[in-house]
């Protein structure tokens, strides 16, 4: 897991140089940091720490965190604001609660504010174009954090750090598959979607879908959107039952806290999840794994909410004019219920 302290910070640029050497792809030269200015007198005089001509300046980052939807953000945002101050960055954050326009918002004062690097989680893939460029046209270096975007020029960014969810959808998939290799067909399966348009919910569920396709009697028969929330996973499983009359046979969550919601309708429609519905999510939280103890949820694909030490690596190598590869995947597992019992006093979020 990536650590806060020193040794993590010294294991974080291990990992980033590795993924350098082993990146072999296209390196995106950083956007030329700014020379660091002795006394940059064009800082807005309300930046939190003011250039002293002759001391050495603090990076300032401006970070727009997406919200607060679920227990992995808010363990992404804990590991980010300790990283900051650990590493000892000027953390510039702002809470956009689930909106775009928040988002772009936030960033356009960032650029106002003249900070060094500025690091977002887009909500959704699409609609960055025109304040990225106002970024770059600014001179100030952009790094994605945990979700991407659909963009023409990916020159507008110079690192996309979060986790592979493709993979975490094959995962999945192919954790079902394992599970039902002796069950005859058919076999019914309710999808809940994180947030419509973002990357972790539209790659999530293709790589699910491209697995499950070696069983045509495997099919995805509900399926809708529930936002990354435990109010939200319950009222569409809710939906799902009334529509199904009970007939499903497995639920893929594209998180843990939509799990969780759907846990309680399945439990109120008078079922037991995990056992007459096989449960799998994405996430890997600590109330995830307490489920799977419990044997409510069966399998727990990880994805690494704590990109905090890393982001700062990436911030300081960018502010220091150093490259970054174009890409950085934490690492992640797969967990089954009968890892539980021993990893989930080791959940850090
Ligand atoms: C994935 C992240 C997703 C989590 C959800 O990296 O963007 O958003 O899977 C969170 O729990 O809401």
């Not at 309710?190 to 790659?203: F, M, N, R, W, Y």
Request: some cysteine; hydrophobic content about 40%.
């Amino acid at each position: 897991m990536l650590g806060s302290n020193r040794t993590g910070m010294a294991l974080v640029h291990l990992l980033i140089v590795c993924c350098v050497l082993l990146a072999g792809c296209s390196r995106e030269a950083a956007a030329p940091a700014d020379p660091r200015p002795e006394a940059d007198e064009s800082r807005s005089p309300d930046l939190p720490s003011e250039a002293i001509a002759g001391e050495k300046r603090r990076i300032v980052l401006g970070f727009s965190q997406l919200g607060s939807e679920s227990d992995w953000r808010n363990a992404n945002t804990r590991s980010i604001r300790e990283a900051a101050k650990e590493a000892d960055i000027e953390l510039l954050f702002d809470n956009a609660e689930q909106s775009q326009e928040k988002q772009i918002e936030a960033i356009r004062r960032f650029i106002e504010r003249k900070v060094d690097v500025i690091a977002f989680a887009p909500v959704i893939e699409t609609g960055w174009e025109d304040i990225l460029t106002e970024a770059r046209q600014a001179g100030i270096p952009v790094i994605l954090s945990d979700r991407a975007v659909q963009i023409s020029d990916p020159s507008l960014y110079v690192t996309f750090i979060g986790a592979d969810f493709y993979e975490e959808g094959r995962k999945a998939g192919k954790y079902l598959l394992d599970k039902k290799r002796n069950d005859p067909g058919p076999v019914i399966i309710a999808e809940l979607q994180g947030t419509e348009g973002s990357s972790p919910s539209i790659e999530r569920g293709r790589g699910f879908r491209d697995i499950i396709r070696e069983r045509p009697d495997m099919n995805i028969v509900y399926s809708a959107p529930a936002d990354f929330t435990v109010e939200k996973g319950a009222e569409v499983m809710r939906q799902f039952l009334r529509e199904s009359g009970g007939e499903i046979d497995v639920l893929f969550a594209h998180n843990d806290d939509m799990a969780l919601g759907a846990i309680e309708a399945i439990e109120a429609y008078g079922l037991r999840p995990g056992k007459d519905i096989v449960i799998i999510s994405v996430d890997g939280t600590r109330k995830a794994f307490e489920m799977m103890v419990e044997g409510k949820i069966n399998c727990v694909v990880e994805c690494n909410p704590l990109l905090g030490p890393i982001l700062m690596q990436a911030v300081r190598e960018i502010y220091e004019g150093r490259t970054l590869p174009k890409r950085i995947v934490p690492p992640e597992s797969v967990f089954t219920e009968v890892l539980a019992e021993k990893e989930v006093a080791n959940r850090q979020y």
